[in-house]
């Protein structure tokens, strides 16, 4: 079980005030939310224009290599970024500074074709799963079981129609007997409710200015360093009581 860091997403600039966007700031704020507890980080590079672009990868991943030595770093494949499949591809097999894993949807089309390109370039692949129809796909596809991680993420925003989801997701990764670790998270509203269940289910989490800007009281928070303390209060008991497990 771990506290994973996301801290940009696709965010808007103006989203909140310390949302990091330059490589800098990803690795200055990265720093940050180890130093109060965060296991590792995921990131969306942006160009100078300040939109996300796989191409700025290598610029922060070494940016956040030096200043979070030894911490694990991911980034994201989207189909949004780049808008074209080769593209996309193309720019994954220019990468020079390697992540330690990067996010795949699984309902995007070229999804297959990406987790092939990871595989042979050594980067682990953090399967996205945000429905049960994503699921059911992965579990066919043939590199299911090499998979870093399964991500289990929910956008939507009805917590009992949430809830259905997550079970449902987790349902057919058990009937398909993909023991890999998991990691659930939420969006806005559902953040904290998943925070929860995943503690309670025993899997990792991730909080950060990627999924929502609101402390467990309801507050803004200063920054994604806050955001990962909170977390960190829920899944501390855990912690204490000598659990490590990476699920």
């Not at 939310?33 to 224009?49: K, M, N, Q, T």
């Not at 700025?56 to 989207?78: F, H, K, Q």
């Not at 909080?207 to 960190?232: F, R």
Request: glycine share 8%.
């Amino acid at each position: 079980m771990i506290v994973q860091a996301c801290l940009n997403g696709a965010r808007p600039g103006d989203y909140h005030p310390r949302l990091p966007l330059t490589a800098d700031a990803i690795a200055l704020d990265g720093a940050a939310c180890v130093s109060v507890g965060a296991a590792e980080l995921h990131i969306h590079p942006c160009g100078p224009d300040g939109r996300e672009s796989l191409l700025a990868d290598d610029e922060a991943i070494y940016a956040v290599r030096r200043a979070c030595p030894g911490s694990l770093v991911g980034v994201s494949t989207g189909a949004w970024i780049e808008r074209d499949e080769k593209q996309t591809r193309d720019c994954i097999s220019a990468w020079r500074q390697l992540p330690d894993y990067a996010s795949v949807n699984i309902s995007e089309r070229d999804a297959p074709a990406v987790i092939a390109l990871l595989h042979r370039m050594g980067v682990g692949v953090e399967a996205g799963l945000a429905t049960v129809a994503d699921a059911e796909r992965f579990v066919t596809l043939p590199g299911c079981h090499r998979a870093f991680r399964i991500l289990i993420e929910i956008e939507e925003q009805d917590l009992g129609k949430a809830d259905a989801i997550a079970d449902g997701i987790a349902q057919v990764l058990e009937r398909a007997n993909t023991l890999r670790p998991v990691l659930l998270h939420g969006f806005d509203a559902t953040v904290w409710h998943f925070v929860n269940r995943a503690h309670q289910r025993r899997w990792s989490t991730r909080v950060g200015l990627e999924d929502g800007c609101q402390l467990t009281n309801g507050e803004i928070a200063g920054g994604n360093a806050d955001l990962v303390a909170d977390a960190l209060q829920i899944f501390r008991p855990s912690f204490q009581h000598g659990n490590t497990s990476l699920e």
